[in-house]
């Protein structure tokens, strides 16, 4: 059985940063792209950033240039390293795992999903 745990939430005030990971189990991910993605309350989730099995990432402009993805295979887990963060940047962050051959901003496009972790960012 796939699983995503998310874990590394938490509260910060704005300026700081944070850093939120992902552990799979079930599966090899090596072949596979991550991405994580959040939600608001009252908001759709939005598309954050994502990264190839070959460390090619996309990035939502949002988050550009503040956030960085990145992904150890051998632990079959995804990193996301937020700075700079802002009080919209507040939600809760989930992870996904998908088998595109590109890079994907849906939700749609992806198969796995974790439980999500809350990030909340406070002025």
């Known amino acids: 059985q796939v699983q995503l745990v998310e874990s590394g939430g938490g509260l910060v005030q704005a300026g700081e940063p944070l850093s939120v990971s992902c552990a799979a189990s079930?599966?090899?991910?090596?072949?596979?792209?991550m991405g994580w993605f959040r939600q608001a309350p009252g908001k759709e989730r939005e598309f954050v950033a994502c990264?190839?099995?070959?460390?090619?990432?996309r990035y939502a402009d949002s988050v550009k240039g503040r956030f960085t993805i990145s992904r150890d295979n051998a632990k079959n887990t995804v990193y996301l390293q937020m700075n700079n963060l802002k009080p919209e940047d507040t939600a809760v962050y989930y992870c996904?795992?998908?088998?595109?051959?590109?890079?994907?901003?849906?939700?749609?496009?992806?198969?796995?999903w974790g439980q999500g972790t809350q990030v909340t960012v406070s002025s």
């Open positions: 996904a795992l998908g088998f595109a051959t590109y890079l994907p901003a849906r939700a749609s496009q992806y198969t796995y």
């Open positions: 079930g599966l090899t991910v090596s072949t596979s792209v």
């Open positions: 990264i190839s099995y070959s460390g090619i990432t």
